[in-house]
């Protein structure tokens, strides 16, 4: 299964599905082959923290149906959700992104402040990624000095995909 390659046409997702951009919800509103669906339910499932949907036998990601939807086009890129929860699908926290601004705008899954690293010294350094390249943006006394040059050249690099934690 590949959920990003969109193989559906913007007039079938159109005409099966109803998107409501406040909650981010879809609608089923017509009948879809290979499913026992029943309009006016749901139409998508949630796995491994985002929301998927199965149409016409192919498995989607739903933030990218309702890309499509809205907008009439189909992503060229990655669809970034803005306050980095793939299961809130609500327009207003929706945006197209490349690789790296979406890369950018990730949490942090350690114990340190995004952008941080410890140093085999006891220092800490900080590196931004842009485009796959890091940027070793110096060594610091501390973690919180370290995370604070990483802001500024996230700030600087990505603009608003910037994220802080």
Not at 3 to 16: D, F, G, H, Q, W
Not at 122 to 127: H, L, S, W
Request: some cysteine.
């Amino acid at each position: 299964m590949r959920p990003n390659k969109i193989t559906v046409s913007i007039a079938r997702a159109r005409e099966l599905l109803s998107y409501d951009p406040l909650t981010g919800v879809l609608v089923w509103i017509s009948k879809n082959k290979f499913s026992h669906i029943k309009i006016g339910n749901v139409a998508v499932y949630e796995k491994d923290g985002y929301i998927y949907i199965k149409v016409d036998g192919h498995a989607y990601l739903a933030h990218r149906i309702i890309w499509g939807i809205v907008t009439g086009s189909w992503p060229k890129n990655l669809i970034d959700h803005k306050d980095t929860d793939g299961t809130n699908n609500q327009w207003t926290n929706l945006r197209e992104a490349t690789y790296s601004q979406n890369g950018a705008n990730s949490r942090s899954k350690r114990n340190l402040p995004k952008g941080v690293y410890t140093m085999a010294s006891g220092r800490f350094c900080a590196i931004k990624v842009k485009n796959y390249r890091h940027n070793h943006l110096g060594s610091f006394d501390t973690p919180e000095e370290a995370h604070q040059a990483y802001l500024d050249a996230a700030v600087a690099a990505h603009g608003e995909f910037a994220r802080s934690s």
